[in-house]
Nanobody, 118 residues
């Protein structure tokens, strides 16, 4: 059974940093495209970062230059490094595998809460 578990969220002040982790079991993430999504209260879930199998990355305009997605194959984990956080980054963050057309597949996990507040 494939399971992706998110962790690393928390409360941080504006301008601060967090690193989120997406640890996998039952599959090797190095053979998958992976996306980080977020969902803020009252809003739709949105894709913020995508990591292709070959290593290329894509970011939502709102996070470009501040967030970095990368993987550690030895740990079977994909990370989201978030710098210069803003209150509007507050959301629950989820990771999930993506098809070649960037469609999420598999089960959504519990996510990890990120709160940016003074």
């Amino acid at each position: 059974q494939v399971q992706l578990v998110e962790s690393g969220g928390g409360l941080v002040q504006p301008g601060g940093s967090l690193r989120l982790s997406c640890a996998a079991s039952g599959t090797f993430l190095g053979n998958n495209a992976v996306g980080w999504y977020r969902q803020a209260p009252g809003k739709q879930r949105e894709l913020v970062a995508r990591l292709a199998i070959g290593g290329s990355t894509n970011y939502a305009g709102s996070v470009k230059g501040r967030f970095t997605i990368f993987r550690d194959n030895a740990k079977n984990t994909v990370y989201l490094q978030m710098n210069n956080l803003k209150p509007e980054d507050t959301a629950v963050y989820y990771c999930i595998r993506l098809t070649s057309s960037s469609t999420p597949y598999g089960s959504w996990g519990q996510g990890t809460q990120v709160t940016v507040s003074a």
